[in-house]
């Protein structure tokens, strides 16, 4: 193939601007697909992305599209528009040349239109702007266009005004991606290296690795080595999406596609790795990808159906297709064998524990998420933890450092004091406003992560009226009045239950967890005393009380010390059956605890 008739773009966008919808149109255009074929999201083939309108992973198709007599070879990739799948983006975008920047003209930009604008200049691709949805009744594409303006510097007139949903402006988008991105750069003679920007599992191919080749070519039968882990593999097969499966026999420079070779071993592939032809290897490889940041932490234990080596194979074959998963396992007295799990954010969370669930039939208990924390020691050595029960002994600790992100929150203007007053609560500070225009600004603050995972998304929206955004990032670690709150059950203390916070939430979160423990945990023979505590000092308590008999119903009348004596010795009975007996938690009251810690 020519390299010059070659584009290699990604369409990027904020949630829900109509992405997909717009690269569905352009199959149907460039003759991809039919009509009868045409359906929404047809490029999103995963259950779980249908069912909630999103896109999770990104999908990589080639078009071919005929103009003056000469056939163009677009690859275009689809990426995902939440803040939980900012690194798909960010793998995508190093596989291109250039992107359209879609924005939907009944919202305007919004934060991750920012952040995925930001992120593709850093990676220094033409930008094409496109205001979508021009086809609404409440459309303000001019509006849109001035703000597009001062976001990229993009002048107004140049942006394309499309409607995925009725076609229009479809061919100048097509007629654009041709004129204004630049072909593949890269020595069609030179050794081969070719970037792994994805990959997935076949339970019949095995591994199969999606490829973007920079240099050189890549054939049939080549033998080839992965220059990070130093295997060699033959290609058996390779081909492109169109967006039906098409083998064919060579990758030129430039092309991209997918790549079967008969790789059984899940860890013998890694994202970002350079393929190489192994009769002549590249001299260096190429940078592939800084590597993601955890920003939430959560446990997975197996539940009633699904044994340990199930789960870790689930994860295994997950991870291969989601390089932003990280797990190690662990134990607890508690919930037996599990993994600590890493993920980008709350949304990355949930979709990896259903697709655990669907696709893999594993059936898993989860834990409350927590953030990952930097412990200065005495000793001037610093240790990173995830959980509170990894923390070293007090006496040890010099300082606790929490997360920070810097989060930019788009909001309409008569929103202001209701944000503002919702970040205070969340021990935000605030560094500036922006004003994108004369109703709708950009406030940004630095937040401590673990105060934004749960429920503020929801709050900004409640005080927005469902019109506030928001984007963050992760800017360090600073130390903070931060404690270990210890759950101690009839004085014994519970790992699994223990937690880290800042001092001033410690008393309400501590009170939370021992009410709900207390409607969880049946009654005993003996009182039990179930205790809050940072370190030695109690700071909440609740009791359940005993299961008694009533040891005096056979005295009839009679001198009282009689019910006094029998009533004395059932207390001293109780005090003995204390010393010795122990408190059954059952799973069901972590359960409540671990789900409901933030009600």
């Keep these: 193939m020519d390299q010059s008739r070659i584009r290699n773009f990604s369409i990027i966008a904020h949630i829900d601007h109509g992405k997909s919808t717009l690269a569905d149109r352009m199959l149907l255009r460039a003759g991809a697909i039919t009509q009868r074929e045409f359906r929404e999201q047809l490029l999103d083939d995963m259950d779980l992305e249908r069912e909630r309108g999103i896109t999770i992973k990104a999908s990589a198709v080639t078009i071919h599209y005929e103009r003056d007599g000469k056939t ?14 900012h690194y798909e983006v960010s793998r995508s975008l190093a596989a291109c040349e250039g992107c359209l920047l879609v924005v939907d003209c009944a919202q305007g930009v919004e934060a991750q239109t920012v952040a995925n604008a930001h992120l593709a200049s850093r990676s220094e691709l033409a930008i094409v702007p496109v205001v979508n949805k021009v086809d609404l009744p409440a459309a303000r594409p001019e509006d849109t266009a001035m703000e597009i303006e001062h976001l990229i510097a993009h002048p107004a007139e140049d942006c394309l005004f499309t409607s995925a949903k009725t076609g ?36 019949y191919r095995g591994v199969i690795v999606f490829v973007r080749v920079l240099d050189g070519r890549l054939k049939v039968g080549d033998e080839v080595r992965m220059v990070g882990t130093g295997e060699t593999h033959e290609i058996s097969e390779m081909g492109k999406f169109t967006p039906k499966r098409t083998l064919c026999k060579e990758f030129g420079t430039g092309e991209v596609g997918f790549i079967s070779a008969n790789i059984r071993s899940i860890a013998s592939v890694h994202v970002g790795d350079t393929l190489t032809l192994d009769a002549d290897p590249a001299d260096e490889p190429l940078p ?12 997975f234990f197996c539940g009633p159906q699904t044994q340990f080596p199930d789960l870790r194979e689930a994860l295994e074959k997950l991870q291969l297709n989601d390089a932003a998963l990280t797990f190690q396992p662990i134990s607890s007295d508690a919930l037996g064998f599990g993994f600590r799990c890493g993920f980008l954010g709350m949304l990355h969370m949930e979709i990896v524990q259903e697709r655990l669930e669907r696709e893999h039939d594993a059936d898993v208990v989860q834990t409350a998420p927590t953030v990952g924390y930097e412990v200065l020691k005495t000793d001037g050595s610093v240790v990173e933890v995830d959980s509170a029960g990894e923390l070293p002994p007090t006496d040890q600790i010099e300082e606790i450092r929490e997360p920070f992100v810097r989060v930019d929150l788009i909001v309409p203007a008569d929103a202001i004091g209701a944000v503002m007053q919702i970040a205070e609560e969340r021990r935000a500070e605030y560094q500036k406003t922006e004003y994108l225009s004369s109703d709708r600004v950009i ?25 506030g955004t928001m984007d963050y990032e992760m800017i360090g670690c600073r130390a903070n009045d931060l404690v270990k709150l210890d759950i101690l059950v009839n ?30 945990i049946p009654r005993h023979q003996f009182e039990v005393p179930l205790q809050a505590a940072i370190g030695s000092r109690i700071i909440a308590r609740e009791t359940i009380r005993a299961i008694r008999k009533n040891v005096t119903a056979k005295c009839y009348g009679g001198d009282v010390t009689r019910k006094r004596k029998l009533l004395e010795k059932q207390k001293a009975g109780k005090r003995r059956m204390k010393m010795v007996g122990n408190v059954e938690i059952p799973q069901k009251a972590f359960m409540a605890v671990l789900e409901g810690e933030e009600d």
């Design 491 to 520: 004085e014994n203390r519970i790992d699994a239950l223990s937690l880290i916070c800042h001092r001033s939430k410690a008393d309400p979160r501590g009170r939370a967890v021992i009410q709900k423990l207390r409607k969880e």
């Design 72 to 85: 163009y070879v677009l690859n275009m990739i689809d990426t995902p528009g939440h803040v939980d799948f």
């Design 168 to 203: 229009q402006g479809t061919d100048e988008m097509l007629n654009a991606i041709v004129d204004q991105l630049p072909a593949p750069a890269g020595n069609p003679e030179g050794k081969t290296r070719a970037l792994i920007f994805d990959s997935t599992y076949d339970d």
């Design 288 to 299: 592939g990808y800084r590597p993601p940041q955890q920003m939430v932490f959560c446990d």
């Design 443 to 467: 406030l940004s603050y630095e937040f401590p992560l673990a105060e934004i995972i749960y429920d503020f998304y929801d709050k900004l929206k409640s005080g927005t009226r469902g019109y």
